[in-house]
DNA sequence: GAGTGGTCTAGACCACTTG
DNA sequence: AAGTGGTCTAGACCACTCT
């Protein structure tokens, strides 16, 4: 779909790694053998294959060929960003329920992450999201004003506010994470259906377009039995997903009654 | 140092940025610029930037020159790996107190995780690590015989294991991770010196050497109130680090008296 | 020794930002 | 309009892996 030539390749690639057809720990072709089958140059494939490395996809190493690393997952920036783009990247659905929606001045806090001034008027926004119609997450989210308005504007309990933002022509372009734990208040036990002092897994996050302006300040709260973040690193790469657990073990988990 | 021309500009430019030469913010040089400076071609100029976006400090876009990202912060797989690495690389005293240290039969999870054969010893390792004398983190690893042999030999209240190992040719090349949230239970919250049932980020990890060997298989558990982790990413770029709670509301967590 | 990836050069055109 | 980064080409030599 797009026009750029080591985009394309990319992609075919990573079809064809997700047809099965390089599995885990297989061999994918040499430079020599795309370069050929594109009729491009090497520093295109070369390209190709930067990408894939920095997405987590392949490994190399000089001398040999390329492999497929054995975690395969689907693994985009999206992916992370978007809690609506992962669960249905994964064949689930996602749903949300709005628990508070409201115009109100920006605290201290959202002023500094979100660059506003003081005074500065946010959409506030609370909302329950729900994997399958089980519950995953508490997102607490804070907009500008401009932004706010569309966001108060969606349905919330099924659209996808980054998708639809983006359709606004305000893509996310990057965010900064902070990752900790915290046990679950009140009002998190209540809406998570758990008991209160779970431990949660905690995402803040700042979201910024391609201008680097801050378009989205949020704290996402995870109930740390449904889902976990991944992390692959070395010297040349890092990447980050997040992932669903199998709940093999759900007794290690107290689950509060309703 | 490096005989690699990019890495060595790479170097400049990190010495330079650490420096207060570049200031969060500001503009780097054009890749004209860099190309007079060092007779070298735009190729080469352009893998020195991509591995600083790699790396995360900077950040370009079509048609502006490249400017310093803000979170400057010491960057490197080793300190996301070593804590003693971490703690030292900002200006930090790091220790360590042995809690365990055995011989025995490698569990199922450990094979599975360094590639073992059944019935297979490991030197299994509990650990709490300290940050200028104040417990941080609980560690649990596990070494194949080979290294295990390596590490009970060391002096682990005082040694890097990473560096170490890296000294006997086991350097680490990468890791992946995966992070979520769980309860201290009695013995993580007496290392610890907090209350039972305090949130814990918990980061679990296999590193490999080059070669894709596991050397190592470890459980971390932090006290929340004093690391996090920090991820930048975009469509391009993803990076990760630990990160040293400034401890501003102490009452938001409670310690349990020892 | 043949194949492969890592590094590097010297050009080119285009899209985008900025004065 | 000039400057800058994004993409692409067509070569080259080297270090490393594999058999």
Redesign the interface.
Known sequence: MTDIAYRRVAEDLRSAIAAGEYPAGSHLPSENELMARYGVSR?TIRQTY?QLL?QGLI?S?QGSRRVVVD?HRVQ??ED?ISFSIWVRSMGGIPSGKVIRLEWRDATDEEQEKLNLGSGAAVVHMIRLRLMNDKPAMVERSAYPADIGRIVAGLDLERDSVTERLAAEGHAF???????????AGREDARLLDVAV??????DRRVSLN???RPLEYTEDRYR?DV??????????????AR?S?PLRDPSSYRIAGT
Request: aromatic share 4%; net charge positive.
């Open positions: 520093g930067a920095r490994a190493r975690t985009s920036f992370v372009a990057r965010a900064s994470h902070t990752i900790d734990a915290l046990s002092r779970t431990p949660l897994l905690r391609a201008a680097g740390a889902v976990s973040f991944t992390i692959g690193n070395s010297e040349q790469v890092n990447h980050l992932r657990k």
